[in-house]
């Protein structure tokens, strides 16, 4: 019996030998996924509050305040590289689209008024963890222009 018993030792090492890289791997490959629906989460955040920013402050926001309508630029700055804690900035980029005007409404020749939406895509150039290449995570928010 205790033959037995030590060579049966001797081959539960080795299945694990096989085993285990195999686990470590697939362990591995689920905390980068997870990273990567981090970052994603965060991507979509940014695009969120840029959206946000950029629709309250509009041409009706710059005659009230006497401070400048968003501009792209401001929205990139004052609110996606502001807030892109742990993101590479040289890997961000912000698009910012007005669908008519920086304005919250416009009149149309017919005398209607419409509304104005601002469209905001942040993508970011996310390397997970130098391993398994490069991906582009994006995310694309759409908000009517407060009055």
Request: aromatic residues 8%.
């Amino acid at each position: 019996m205790r033959r037995n018993k030590s060579r049966r030792r001797g081959a539960s090492l080795v299945e694990f030998a096989m085993v285990a890289p195999v686990l470590i791997l697939v362990l591995f490959r689920l905390i980068i996924g997870g990273l990567g629906v981090f970052r994603y989460h965060q991507v979509a955040g940014l695009a969120r509050e840029a959206a946000r920013y950029a629709a309250v402050r509009g041409l009706d926001y710059a005659r009230e305040t006497d401070r400048p309508a968003a501009t792209q630029q401001s929205v990139y700055d004052e609110v996606v590289k502001a807030n892109a804690t742990g993101l590479d900035p040289s890997r961000l980029t912000c698009a910012v689209t007005w669908d008519r005007s920086n304005a919250p409404t416009q009149f149309l020749p017919d005398k209607t008024a419409v509304g104005n939406v601002v469209i905001v895509t942040v993508s970011y150039q996310w390397l997970p963890e130098a391993i398994f290449g490069k991906a582009t995570l994006s995310s694309t928010a759409k908000v009517p222009m407060s009055y």
